[in-house]
């Protein structure tokens, strides 16, 4: 639901996408004093799980010229980053893990401590709400990870972890760049007793490198954990970001001409504002020597503003294309997530997992196109507007409900069979009222369902070393942006069709 995008009628798409990988064999050297918790839920050795997954430590980001996490990512985990934003920021950076394009926001999962961080629709993942200094490592996964963590991980999965330990940690750093760029994190940590708090703040300015492609960015962290034995604890972690990034367009003219610092002429002045804010929480219970239980949850709430001024000026009207983008939209939703389960060994049988994951959320969107774009939609025969609207509504809600099994048999010395399965559900509804409608608004209502599975068998045969093959089948659901069908877009090609 983007403000690019007008909708018309409501023509929700049925059912998943699917997605079945099967990575036939695979070699790797890893590190076996690693922990790891994305590949499988379970918290093992790296070589003990039948995943491609990269770890890139706290050290080697703090030892890297890097200043927010799509940085880290691209130099030091060799991901396809992109960005559209030419700042040195990279505050709508995606990631790319497979090949996906343009639906890479929906195909890449991104986790902060295994709790979901992107959005509902096909936006920007908030990075700029984890400060960098925050974060104790991050786990890279390539492949499908449906069964761990359902919808959306069909590429594969980013799991940041943050206050992975308890010392004593006081730290401020200051760096200074090109283009006024200025970059200021501090953190804080402490223990007392059995209660850790970590405070972590960053502000991030730049002025870009190209005309009207400033950004700032504000973040604040606050995270305590209470432990009540070896294995017995609980968190919370209230997380606040704000950021604005000018928005430079298109670089327009032949290569090696024109000045490609300059920003396209209709963006002058366009920018966009977001404040994200929320919680994580969550604990762990031992129910007895072979069993606990655990418990994830986050509440979000995020506001975007976009601000497109020239698309209601003279010029664009004299130029008879005001009609292409609203001046003005807003962009608001929330999200909460509630992921049960319970980890038991199973004797000779292994270790197992099973789990349950309840996920709502609603967003809603509302465009509005000023006084001279109204005239020259009315005058010129664009729109049909009785009801004499001056801005469209469009609003999604959806609901996710999902059980999982994960099991890990030992076979042999060094030899395990991997594998799970889950079943999800979606309801997802939707409403659209806009400019273009002359009967009103219409709504719409649709349920998906998907299942996922996977089965692996991971050889470690000597030390820090391993083999595995691997079957694998995962999903992605629409997001709430592929609810309409683009009706703007239709007409923007027949007007320049008629030109």
Not at 119 to 136: F, K, M
């Amino acid at each position: 639901m983007k403000q690019h995008l007008q909708k018309k009628k409501i023509a929700l798409f049925c059912g998943a996408l699917l997605s079945i990988n099967l990575n036939t064999l695979a070699l790797a050297q890893n590190s076996s004093s690693t922990i790891i918790v994305t590949g499988s839920r379970f918290e093992e050795n790296l070589n003990e799980v039948p995943a491609n997954v990269k770890v890139i430590t706290r050290d080697e980001i703090a030892n890297s010229t890097s200043s927010n996490i799509p940085d880290v990512l691209s130099q030091i985990g060799g991901l396809n980053v992109r960005s559209t934003n030419s700042g040195q920021l990279n505050l709508d950076a995606s990631v790319d893990m497979g090949g996906y394009g343009a639906t890479a926001n929906s195909t890449t999962l991104i986790l902060v401590y295994g709790q979901r961080l992107n959005p509902l629709d096909q936006g920007a993942v908030n990075w700029e709400s984890i400060p960098i200094d925050s974060i104790e490592r991050i786990e890279v996964l390539q492949g499908g990870a449906s069964v761990q963590y359902g919808n959306g991980a069909v590429g594969g999965v980013i799991n940041i972890i943050t206050n992975g330990n308890t010392s004593k940690l006081n730290s401020a750093s200051v760096s200074y760049g090109s283009f006024g760029t200025l970059i200021n994190n501090a953190i804080l940590r402490d223990s007392y007793e059995d209660t850790t708090y970590q405070l972590t703040a960053n502000t991030s300015n730049t002025q870009g490198w190209r005309q009207n492609s400033a950004a700032n960015a504000y973040a604040f962290d606050a995270k305590v954990t209470q432990k009540f034995g070896a294995v017995d604890r609980i968190y919370a972690d209230l997380f606040y970001a704000y950021t604005n990034a000018q928005n430079p367009g298109g670089v327009v003219g032949q290569v090696g001409q024109g000045d490609p610092q300059a920003a396209k002429f209709n963006n002058i002045g366009s920018n966009t504002t977001t404040n994200n804010s929320g919680v994580r929480f969550g604990g762990t219970k031992g129910l007895n020597d072979n069993s606990i239980a655990e418990l994830d949850g986050f509440y979000t709430s995020k506001t975007t503003f976009f601000a497109n001024p020239y698309w209601d000026t003279q010029a664009a009207y004299d130029n008879n294309n005001s009609w292409q983008v609203p001046s003005n939209s807003k962009l608001s939703g929330w999200q909460l997530n509630v992921s049960p389960r319970i980890k038991t060994g199973l004797g000779s049988f292994g270790n197992g997992i099973i789990g349950y994951e309840f996920n709502k959320g609603a967003q809603g969107s509302t465009d509005t196109w000023g006084a001279t774009q109204q005239d020259y939609l009315n005058t010129n025969g664009y729109i049909s507007n009785p009801n004499g609207l001056n801005h469209d509504i469009q609003s999604a809600s959806i609901v996710n409900q999902s059980v999982y099994g994960i099991l890990k048999l030992p076979l042999t010395k060094g030899l395990s069979l991997d594998g799970g399965a889950r079943h999800q559900t979606q309801q997802a509804s939707t409403y659209d009222s806009n400019i273009y409608s002359p009967n009103g608004g219409v709504s719409n209502n649709q349920t998906y369902s998907a299942n996922a599975g996977d089965v692996a068998f991971n050889l470690n045969y000597a030390k820090d070393q391993k083999v595995y093959v691997k079957w694998n089948q995962s999903y992605r659901f629409p997001n709430i942006d592929e609810f309409w069908g683009f009706i703007l877009m239709q007409k923007a090609i027949v007007f320049l069709m008629e030109s």
